[in-house]
């Protein structure tokens, strides 16, 4: 089910070089944020979550969020997908879960011809805060200001996914510009 925050359609003088899908991923709840970026200006279109029920079977899960996930690749029509690349140091089973549902997100993408680039959390809060050890706060209060969104999004997974966004928007936009081929699931 998708589960949406916010649409945007505010009027935007800047030409559209980049629309950039950011995916929190998971399997419970996976994250999404859009937005068009051009040469240093965001403009969010929508964000919000995938949502899959405790209790279902965890391969029905997986095809909703593929199906919902193939929803919104023909809403927004994104050029990219900026999605976060797992690192688990604890609970085995969550990573275990977590990576089935990324590589779900992953195949999808590639059914799609969409490109997929991979950040970790550190150059996501470097992008984004100017600082790669910054709190989770810091992120979710500068993305809040970078795309001048009246607060902060809920739930914090569409937040990270706006955060993914802008970090790709700032470190991928003069590789893509040069057109240089990043193959997909490189980390920039």
Sequence with gaps: MIVKGETLHDAWKGTVQ????????????????????????FLTRGYGAITTQAGMCFATRLVSIYDDLS?????YQPNCIAIERLYFTSNQKTVIDVSQARGVIVLCAEQHDIPLY??????VKQAVVGYGKAEKMQVMDMTKRILKLSQIPKPDDAADALALAICHGHCATGV???EQTIGTGDTV
């Design 18 to 41: 980049m629309r950039i899908l950011g995916i929190d991923p998971g399997y419970a709840i996976v994250g999404f944020g859009v937005v068009d970026y051009a040469g240093s200006d």
């Design 71 to 75: 929803t919104l690749f023909r809403q």
């Design 118 to 123: 991979e950040y970790t959390p550190l150059q």
């Design 176 to 178: 893509q510009l040069q």
